[in-house]
């Protein structure tokens, strides 16, 4: 059983921070590629950034902006997702996703957790 479980989320006023945490469990996930999507209400889910296990290699959203950094710690098989400057449209559920191969499109992921509320106030 394959296990991704996100936390971290909360209300934040506009240019303030947080911190995602999804932690991964069930199998080994060395191969797997990591990703962080959100959906707002009314929209489509979209892609925020991925990580790659291996390595290095880092993907983002435009509308990142270097406003978001996306890390991992392979020891606690735990994902990241580091969000500062936050704007009120960054409100959405964010999810954790896993998946062999990358890709911004959410139907391609095999593993998905149950999602975290950010909200940012205006």
């Known amino acids: 059983q394959v296990r991704l479980v996100e936390s971290g989320g909360g209300l934040v006023q506009t240019g303030g921070s947080l911190r995602l945490s999804c932690a991964a469990s069930g199998r080994t996930f060395s191969t797997y590629v990591m990703g962080w999507f959100r959906q707002a209400p009314g929209k489509e889910r979209e892609f925020v950034a991925a990580?790659?296990?291996?390595?290095?290699?880092?993907y983002y959203a435009d509308f990142v902006q270097g406003r978001f950094t996306i890390s991992r710690d392979n020891a606690k098989n735990t994902v990241y997702l580091q969000m500062n400057s936050l704007k009120p449209e960054d409100t959405a559920v964010y999810y954790c996703a896993a998946d062999p191969n990358y890709s911004y499109q959410a139907n391609r992921y095999d593993y998905w957790g149950q999602g975290t509320q950010v909200t940012v106030s205006s």
């Open positions: 990580i790659r296990w291996t390595g290095s290699t880092r």
